[in-house]
């Protein structure tokens, strides 16, 4: 049964591959223990895309769950299935034409969306992927503060850049007064100085007009002295 697949750097185009979205031994405990257990005379050397360092796996049973689908033309929205696979611990997007919002995910180890054109916000929901070592969501369309975590900001602003409205550390950019109470504040602010605005001209047009009756009073007063 699979629970590795490495179909990175194809000429993969169409929507994400139905058949991985709901790979058995990647779904339940049970059927993941039916992986060989036994010593592997001949070692798997696996490396990590981008890294030197090669990691060696005497047993198939410790080899880490993942999908590798980098550097295709895969379309359209990230299935919602891919949450739903719990033993999943590595899920390589990055360089394909993705859209829409990122789905739930969770127990992921390394999860790679960069060079994409994914949309909305980053879901509190990555908040709780405890065990996440690698991240990238670099260079998509992703907007609004990155949720405030220990794990999320211990990343480098690197793996969040290229996204123009995206703000909050990592970022350098602050989140500006662009929604929620600081928002409604501003409104409530703006309100206010309009209906200040005609109660001025009000005050201003009764001082012009007493003034004026003061001089008028003023040269009466004084051409009936005169006579």
């Known amino acids: 049964m699979l629970f590795y697949i490495n179909l990175g750097s194809n000429f993969i185009s ?49 080899f880490p769950p993942s999908i590798y689908l980098y550097n295709n033309s895969i379309s359209g929205n990230i299935p919602t299935e891919i949450g739903q696979l719990r033993l999943l611990h590595k899920l390589d997007l990055s360089f394909n034409n993705f859209s829409g919002r990122i789905p739930y995910l969770k127990d992921l180890d390394i999860l790679d969306l960069s060079m994409n054109h994914l949309t909305g916000k ?19 369309d992703l907007e609004g503060p990155i949720p405030t975590s220990t794990q999320l900001q211990s990343f480098i602003a690197s793996e969040f850049e290229g996204n123009p ?14 929604n ?48």
């Open 14 to 62: 169409g929507e994400f591959p139905k058949q991985l979205r709901r790979l058995a031994m990647l779904l339940s405990e049970r059927t993941a223990a039916q992986v060989d257990h036994n010593y592997l005379e001949l070692p798997i050397f696996f490396r990590l895309r981008d890294n030197l360092k090669a990691l060696q796996y005497n047993y198939l049973f410790y």
């Open 122 to 140: 980053i879901l509190d929901s990555l908040k709780s992927l405890n065990f996440l070592s690698s991240l990238n969501v670099s260079y998509n």
């Open 165 to 178: 409205k995206l703000c909050g550390a990592p970022l350098p950019n602050e989140c500006g007064l662009v």
């Open 180 to 227: 929620g109470s600081d928002a409604d504040n501003k409104n409530i602010q703006d309100v206010d100085y309009e209906h200040q605005i005609p109660w001025f001209f009000y005050f201003l047009c009764v001082w012009i007009y007493c003034r004026s009756l003061g001089s008028m009073w003023f040269f009466n007063f004084k051409d009936g002295v005169a006579i």
